[in-house]
């Protein structure tokens, strides 16, 4: 397994949540991590990324809501959702991206947000 997520659960609107991101130690440093989040019936949609070097990228539709952080010292990245809004309901997956936006890993079971009005 080279991602672990974790932190989803039950918040009210206009709350906060913080997913984590374990990554597996010897390939963390040298990869892009990204959130990505999907409800059935959907296409998966990239919500947060960040690289080595801690260069971030957030969807348009999180901007302002949303950060993404890396801790090197624990492999682990972090989404910070704050302001939640019911549209933000969904599983929430994390994977390593190239430098395209291929993944070339499996995806993991997610973390799932729900936001109640």
């Known amino acids: 397994v080279h991602v672990q997520e974790s932190g989803g659960g039950l918040v009210q609107a206009g709350g906060s949540l913080r997913l984590s991101c374990e990554v597996l130690r010897s390939i963390f440093s040298i990869s892009n991590v990204a959130w990505y989040r999907q409800s059935p019936g959907k296409e998966r949609e990239l919500v947060a990324s960040i690289t080595p070097d801690g260069s971030t990228t957030l969807a348009d539709s999180v901007k302002g809501r949303f950060a993404i952080s890396r801790d090197n010292a624990r492999n682990t990245v972090y989404l910070q959702m704050n302001s939640l809004k019911p549209e933000d309901t969904d599983t929430y997956y994390c994977?390593?991206?190239?430098?395209?936006?291929?993944?070339?890993?499996?995806w993991g079971p997610g973390t799932q947000v729900t936001v109640s009005a």
């Open positions: 994977n390593l991206p190239n430098n395209r936006g291929a993944i070339f890993y499996s």
